[in-house]
C-alpha cells in the first residue's frame, strides 16, 4: 500500500480512489477479512476521547481520506492527500466494479427499508449487482445473530455497514471474523443516499470543501455534532504548534 499521513495519531492512507477500489478488490481476490474507514473531522475528534474507536482506526485494513476537513489538516502539517475519498464515492465505486466481477455485496443499515430501497435503485443503476441481502440497523441482540448468520451463509464478499460512527466501525471490529472472508466498510449515511433518502451536496459545494454546510442546510439537529468541526481545527492547530 501507499504512504500514511497522520492526523490527529490515526494514519490515513495516501491513496487515490482508484488505488484503494484496487486494494478492496486484491484483498477480496485472496478472501482475506479486511475492515475499511472513512475518516472526516467529526471522527477523528470522537477518536482523540474515544480509545476503542481511535485504536479500531489505528488497526484498520485502509482508512481513506473522507472529508475535506482532513485534507485541510494534512495541509496544515505541509502534507497533501492525492485526492478526497469520501465513503459514497467509493462504495459507488465498489459496486460498479462488483457488478462487473459479479462479487456478492450484503447491505446493512438505515431505517427501516432503506436497504431494500438502495438495493432497488443499485440494481437499475449498474445492472447486475449481486446484492445477496439487506438488513436495517436497528436489531434486537437476537437479531443480531441472525444476521451476522445471514451474512456468513449467503457467502457475502462486500458487506458495507451504515450503522452511524462510532457504531458502524465497533460493529465490525467485534464480529468481522464471524463473517467469513469479508470486505467490511463502514459508510455511514450512504445508503441514504443511495436510496433517494437524502441527498449529496452540489457538485460545486463538495469541490470547495462546503459539503458540511449543505447537510447542516438540510439537517440543523446536526448542529450539536458539527461543533465538533472548529474543535477539530483547534486539535489541529494545537497539534501543529506542539510539534
Ligand atoms: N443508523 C442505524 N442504526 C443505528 C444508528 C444509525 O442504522 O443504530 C443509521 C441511520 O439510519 C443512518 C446512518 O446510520 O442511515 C448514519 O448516518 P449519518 O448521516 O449519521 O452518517 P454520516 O454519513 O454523517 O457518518
Given at each position: 500500500?501507499?504512504?500514511?499521513?497522520?492526523?490527529l495519531?490515526?494514519?490515513?492512507?495516501?491513496?487515490?480512489?482508484?488505488?484503494?477500489?484496487?486494494?478492496?478488490?486484491?484483498?477480496?481476490?485472496?478472501?482475506?477479512?479486511t475492515?475499511?474507514?472513512?475518516?472526516?473531522?467529526?471522527?477523528?475528534?470522537?477518536?482523540?476521547h474515544d480509545?476503542?474507536?481511535?485504536?479500531?482506526?489505528?488497526?484498520?485494513?485502509?482508512?481513506?481520506?473522507?472529508?475535506?476537513g482532513?485534507?485541510?489538516?494534512?495541509?496544515?502539517?505541509?502534507?497533501?492527500?492525492?485526492e478526497?475519498?469520501?465513503?459514497?464515492d467509493?462504495?459507488?465505486?465498489?459496486?460498479?466494479?462488483?457488478?462487473?466481477?459479479?462479487?456478492?455485496?450484503?447491505l446493512?443499515?438505515?431505517?427501516?427499508?432503506?436497504?431494500?430501497?438502495?438495493?432497488?435503485?443499485l440494481?437499475?443503476?449498474?445492472?447486475?449487482?449481486?446484492?445477496?441481502?439487506?438488513?436495517?440497523?436497528?436489531?434486537?441482540?437476537?437479531?443480531?445473530?441472525?444476521?451476522?448468520?445471514?451474512?456468513?451463509?449467503?457467502?457475502?464478499?462486500?458487506?458495507?455497514v451504515?450503522?452511524?460512527?462510532?457504531?458502524?466501525?465497533?460493529?465490525?471490529s467485534?464480529?468481522?471474523?464471524?463473517?467469513?472472508?469479508c470486505l467490511?466498510?463502514?459508510?455511514?449515511?450512504?445508503l441514504?443516499?443511495?436510496?433517494?433518502?437524502?441527498?449529496?451536496?452540489?457538485?460545486?459545494?463538495?469541490?470547495?470543501?462546503?459539503?458540511?454546510?449543505?447537510?447542516?442546510?438540510?439537517e440543523p439537529?446536526r448542529?450539536?455534532?458539527?461543533l465538533?468541526l472548529?474543535?477539530f481545527?483547534?486539535?489541529?492547530?494545537?497539534?501543529?504548534?506542539?510539534?
Amino acid at each position: 500500500m501507499t504512504s500514511t499521513i497522520d492526523i490527529l495519531s490515526v494514519p490515513i492512507q495516501n491513496v487515490t480512489i482508484e488505488e484503494a477500489c484496487s486494494y478492496a478488490f486484491q484483498c477480496i481476490d485472496e478472501g482475506k477479512t479486511t475492515a475499511i474507514a472513512t475518516a472526516n473531522a467529526e471522527m477523528l475528534m470522537r477518536a482523540c476521547h474515544d480509545d476503542e474507536l481511535a485504536h479500531i482506526l489505528q488497526q484498520a485494513d485502509l482508512v481513506v481520506p473522507d472529508g475535506a476537513g482532513v485534507l485541510w489538516a494534512a495541509e496544515q502539517q505541509g502534507c497533501h492527500f492525492k485526492e478526497r475519498v469520501t465513503g459514497v464515492d467509493l462504495a459507488c465505486k465498489l459496486l460498479e466494479e462488483a457488478a462487473v466481477r459479479k462479487t456478492s455485496v450484503y447491505l446493512f443499515g438505515g431505517a427501516e427499508g432503506v436497504a431494500d430501497m438502495a438495493a432497488a435503485n443499485l440494481q437499475r443503476k449498474y445492472g447486475d449487482v449481486n446484492i445477496v441481502g439487506t438488513h436495517s440497523g436497528f436489531f434486537t441482540a437476537e437479531e443480531e445473530r441472525e444476521i451476522i448468520n445471514d451474512i456468513r451463509c449467503k457467502g457475502t464478499q462486500i458487506l458495507l455497514v451504515a450503522l452511524g460512527v462510532p457504531k458502524q466501525e465497533k460493529w465490525i471490529s467485534n464480529h468481522m471474523y464471524e463473517l467469513g472472508p469479508c470486505l467490511c466498510m463502514g459508510v455511514g449515511g450512504t445508503l441514504d443516499v443511495l436510496s433517494g433518502k437524502s441527498a449529496r451536496a452540489p457538485k460545486w459545494m463538495q469541490e470547495h470543501r462546503l459539503e458540511w454546510l449543505y447537510r447542516f442546510a438540510k439537517e440543523p439537529t446536526r448542529f450539536k455534532r458539527m461543533l465538533a468541526l472548529p474543535k477539530f481545527v483547534i486539535a489541529v492547530k494545537g497539534n501543529k504548534k506542539a510539534k
